[in-house]
């Protein structure tokens, strides 16, 4: 038996699904609050289970949740354990690249998108098994490749040893633990050196360009000098096109169904992998055409003249590019940005770049910091040092008399973004809009 304990993570309820695909036995433990990955863990029928001592016996292989340590009593059982068969989440996940052709996602922005993007398209190649952080994971028993979303935090993803690895970004972030900007693109660097056949990296972002790989790399992007480079891009409502040559010759033309810069730079590193692994231009094209979008990536919803996105958006550069997402999507609506913090830290390190992408929309809601957020010694704000900073700014507590003023609003996008799950206030709102 296999017990995970925090088996709602989004990591790790993807990994209690590969698990139990594999054909183990899985069980494991949570807080008893809803959250969206379980969904999938009840649809195999995976037990969850309050925490508790006794839910840990001297046969079970333990998994732990790279968040948790002996405050947890699970933890504390799981650590006394004599059996050899304790890990924490990235150290299992390390053991299991190694039996297929891996290919790790990693980055500050775009992971779990590009992770679902390269997934969907090495399903048309071979059997492929995925791990994806928005809490999906699958994996046959046949699969030849395994995708994974791979964390930087506390340079978890030095665990593994990838075949491959895409590098889509590098952007401070996770400063309660990294020093500064160069320590953080340290731990890439060093990632990049554990990597088996070919590091692909984003040539487009400037912190990449002053970075130092020491084993073969293939650049892509849309300036001069990468190796797989769009050009001629144009998007509209219905979608993007463009070309793209590898190495300044002519390897394709492709037109897909989304939009968003970003979701062409996530596709040029799919299409840098298909190139690496022989994958014709054509299939491709028709893959990427039927790709329908990562949980909680850009989730668009329709009720009458309004608009509901739901996007996992909570750093400044996502938040700036998702709202440059939407304006292509919705020229002609009112763009409204709702936007949930989740660490004190990270608004305190980029108040005002978070003010400045924020801005960009409309109007701009801020709701206020969950109750469970961890208030790191020395900072000293809560989210009325942001509202300040945004000007006509409105703070709404997520409760259903606020769901209905906002729902009063027509012919309007209401853009929720945040890795907490402000998506049931986005429902409550939309139930307003529908009642009326």
Sequence with gaps: MVHFIGIKGSGMASLACILKDLGEDVKGSDIEKYIFTQKALEDRKIPILPFDEKNISEEDTVIIGNAFDESNPEVKKAKSLNNGKVYYYHEYLGKLVNNYVSISIAGTHGKTTTTSMMAHLLEAVKPTGYLIGDGSG?????????VLESCEYQRHFMAYHPDYAIITSVDLDHIDYYRDLDDYKSAFEAFAEQVKKKVIVFHDDPNIQTMTFKNDILSYGMSEGSDVRAVNFSENEQGMQFD??????????????????????????????????????????????????????FVIEQEGSQVYIDDYAHHPTAIRLTIEAARVKFPNKKLVAIFKPDRFSRIYAFMQDFADALMT????????????????????????????????CRVMTENEENARILSQQENVVYLFMSSKDIYKWKDIVKNFHSQS
């Design 244 to 297: 793209v040559l590898i190495h300044d010759k002519m390897w394709g033309h492709f037109e897909f169904p989304y939009v968003g810069i970003h979701l062409c730079w996530n596709t040029l590193a799919c299409i840098a992998l298909a190139y690496c692994e022989g994958v014709e231009p054509l299939v491709v094209q028709q893959q990427m055409a039927t790709f329908q979008g990562a949980k909680r990536r």
């Design 138 to 146: 699958d994996m046959e028993k046949d699969s030849h490749y395994f």
């Design 361 to 392: 929309a409309d109007e701009v809601i801020l709701c206020p910091f969950p109750e469970n957020a961890k208030k790191e010694e020395g900072i000293d704000i809560d989210i009325y040092s942001l509202a300040a900073l945004i000007p006509d």
